[in-house]
């Protein structure tokens, strides 16, 4: 059965505290694995889709990297506007849809 | 990437009254999605809505009480019909682009609360 574990579900940083989340997955067969940042009350953000292992992504001061069973999202020097939900999905090759995380919440204190 | 807008924001209904929630994205799809996300919860996928074709709905989710249309390449609605405290949520609907790369959108959200 296709799965994704995020953890940890709740993480708290002092502002300039680099730290990284952890998705890891299960499927038979992955076409691309997502990565989303949302706020409360709104919706899901774009961030990155990641295809192969040893790719990676950058954007500002998040990274994302890929292996065949995990997915790390790299915060560095996070400031306290990075507080957010970051959410992790896959998407399987043998389904149209997408298989999401229950998410880790970050909050970054100043 | 893409340009999605919903509507209403957010509301207030009564039980026993529906809503229909609207979707407009600025460019043609041809796979748009209605999630659902309740407070404190990831996101959960009611139906896959095709252009031209039925709505696909996934376990637990029937097409009597969450009626979907897709009109053309742009544009979709969602109805929660006969609503319950219950279906207090998030409604969410979403894009695919596919190609040389696969990303997926999301719109700002339609808070539903139900009295």
């Known amino acids: 059965e296709d799965q994704v574990t995020q953890s940890p579900e709740a993480l708290r940083l002092q502002e300039g505290e680099s730290s990284s989340l952890n998705c890891s997955y299960t499927v038979s067969g992955l076409r691309g694995l997502f990565w989303y940042r949302q706020d409360p009350g709104k919706g899901p953000e774009f961030l990155f889709t990641?295809?192969?292992a040893g790719e990676e992504k950058e954007k500002e001061r998040l990274k994302a990297t890929l292996t065949k069973k995990e997915s790390f999202l790299h915060i560095t020097a996070p400031k306290p506007e990075d507080s957010a939900t970051y959410l992790c999905a896959v998407y399987p090759d043998s389904s149209y849809k997408l298989i999401f995380g229950s998410g880790t919440r970050l909050l970054v204190r100043p | 990437s893409a340009v999605i807008s919903q509507k209403p924001s957010r509301d207030i209904c009564q039980r026993g009254t529906s809503l229909t929630i609207q979707c407009q994205v600025d460019s043609q799809v041809t796979m748009m999605f209605w999630y659902r996300q309740q407070p404190g919860q990831s996101l959960t996928l009611i139906a896959t809505?095709?252009?031209?074709?039925?709505?696909?709905?996934e376990s637990g989710f029937v097409i009597d009480k969450f009626p979907i249309s897709r009109p053309n390449l742009t544009f979709s609605t969602l109805t929660v019909s006969n609503m319950s405290p219950e279906d207090s949520s998030i409604y969410l609907c979403?894009?695919?682009?596919?190609?040389?790369?696969?990303?997926?959108?999301f719109g700002p959200g339609t808070r539903l609360t139900v009295t």
């Open positions: 979403s894009v695919e682009f596919t190609g040389p790369l696969y990303e997926q959108y």
């Open positions: 990641l295809y192969s």
């Open positions: 809505a095709n252009q031209g074709s039925e709505a696909t709905y």
